[in-house]
T-cell receptor, first 108, second 111 residues
Framework: KNEVEQSPQNLTAQEGEFITINCSYS?????LHWLQQHPGGGIVSLFM???GKKKHGRLIATINIQEKHSSLHITASHPRDSAVYIC??????????FGTGTRLQVTL | DAGVTQSPTHLIKTRGQQVTLRCSPK?????VSWYQQALGQGPQFIFQ???????QRGNFPDRFSGHQFPNYSSELNVNALLLGDSALYLC??????????FGEGSWLTVV
């Protein structure tokens, strides 16, 4: 069993839909990261969370430390949101352990 | 302010050869980590450098080695290349406890 599990693996949505991607982890963490990776390969950090909730534009990330669970929400989705979204955690050391990613396709 | 820069962006090597990949961290960042991402997979941690020393290492053979220079830039070296080493190699830099920044990666193809 992976230390970081994401669901769903693949997600197709229509433009304007509200999207939720879930992440569960089984290890102690110091922070959880939501990352975005486009087909070209580069990764962009969206959020780093250690508690509570963060919002940036149409993106919202929440974390429940007791339940070891985090969600990434995208409101009013747009085709430019199409990418792979990756949940990753840092433990007592600062290396990242990645989930397998959620491939999101937003259609017109 | 340039973010994390990696070079080369793409390269093709032959089995048994050696390769060196380079990374310049975001200005002010002192910690550099390297990750390998095979096609269709999530990134896997190779190692992390801080203050010119390897601080942590993932489950990679000794063929994978690295270095960090006084200006915090870093190199990843892979010896005796195998077909299975074909992947995207990502460099990430950070200050402890802060947001991690990734480079665009170096695509390595071993033929």
């Amino acid at each position: 069993k992976n230390e970081v599990e994401q669901s769903p693996q693949n997600l197709t949505a229509q433009e304007g839909e509200f999207i939720t991607i879930n992440c569960s982890y089984s290890v102690g963490i110091s922070a959880l990261h939501w990352l975005q990776q486009h087909p070209g390969g580069g990764i962009v950090s969206l959020f780093m969370l250690s508690s509570g909730k963060k919002k940036h534009g149409r993106l919202i990330a929440t974390i429940n430390i007791q339940e070891k669970h985090s969600s990434l929400h995208i409101t009013a989705s747009h085709p430019r949101d199409s990418a792979v979204y990756i949940c990753a955690v840092t433990g007592t050391a600062s290396k990242l352990t990645f989930g397998t990613g959620t491939r999101l396709q937003v259609t017109l | 302010d340039a973010g994390v820069t990696q070079s080369p962006t793409h390269l093709i090597k032959t089995r048994g050869q050696q390769v060196t990949l380079r990374c310049s961290p975001k200005s002010g960042h002192d910690t550099v980590s390297w990750y390998q991402q095979a096609l269709g997979q999530g990134p896997q941690f190779i190692f992390q450098y801080y203050e010119e020393e390897e601080r942590q290492r993932g489950n990679f053979p000794d063929r994978f080695s690295g270095h960090q220079f006084p200006n915090y830039s870093s190199e990843l070296n892979v010896n005796a290349l195998l077909l299975g080493d074909s992947a995207l190699y990502l460099c990430a830099s950070s200050l402890v406890g802060n947001t991690i920044y990734f480079g665009e990666g170096s695509w390595l193809t071993v033929v």
